[in-house]
């Protein structure tokens, strides 16, 4: 059985929950980080010495952190090349998005995240807010042109770009902010939405 150690309202933990929806994979999971504490405990450090979630953990012991990573490692042992590709030029075009999510969108989504849902009102650096904002506005307009002509990020089916990037457009879409409209990205986020392990496990309130 695997086990999830992480807490359902991580994004990174959303991710592979989505997953686990969409190629019926069983598992357990357990609170960790945040609220629940324990991710900087001897034993889990010994597991992901980051202190972050998720780490997974197979019932052979092995154990696996970085939330793409563990995307990548699980539809590959579980019959997944629907979302991730064998081709090896359809799936650079997902890795390709994997990278992007983590080395661009990642950094100012988290920003605002962090600041408007996680820092008292009176003690938010709204200036910070306003420059991840534009910077976020900046990337999604990317994703809003790839997705011109297409369902999903890498054409007709979802595949781990859009799990991977699914999580933050929800925040895109939720959090209070400005927002330029961006009808492709609105399409996209709607249609995600009829995915069950999306709207299961991914649009909860921002906690």
Not at 19 to 38: K, N, Q, S, T, V
Not at 79 to 90: I, K, N, Q, S, T
């Amino acid at each position: 059985m695997l086990t999830i150690l992480g807490r359902k309202t991580s994004s990174n933990v959303m991710k592979l929950l989505w997953l686990c929806e969409e190629l019926g994979i069983a598992y357990e999971r357990e609170d960790i980080g945040g609220p629940f504490g324990g991710n900087t405990e001897p034993a889990y450090l010994a597991r992901n010495p980051n202190g972050l979630v998720p780490t997974i953990v197979e019932a052979d012991g092995f154990t696996l952190y970085e939330s793409n990573a563990i995307l990548r490692y699980l539809a590959a042992t579980h019959g997944g090349e629907r979302l991730y590709p064998a081709d090896p030029r359809r799936r650079a075009k997902v890795e390709q998005w994997l990278d992007w999510q983590l080395g661009m969108n990642n950094r100012p989504m988290t920003v605002m995240f962090i600041t408007l849902i996680r820092v008292a009102e009176a003690e938010r650096n709204m200036a910070a807010v306003a420059r991840a904002r534009d910077e976020a506005e900046a990337l999604w307009r990317i994703v809003e042109a790839e997705l011109e002509g297409r369902p999903y990020l890498c054409g007709e089916a979802l595949t781990l770009a859009d799990i991977a990037l699914g999580i933050y457009v929800h925040r895109w879409f939720v959090l209070p902010i400005a927002r330029p409209e961006l009808p492709q990205l609105a399409a996209w986020y709607a249609r995600l939405k009829t995915h069950k392990g999306y709207a299961d496990n991914c649009l909860a309130p921002l906690v």
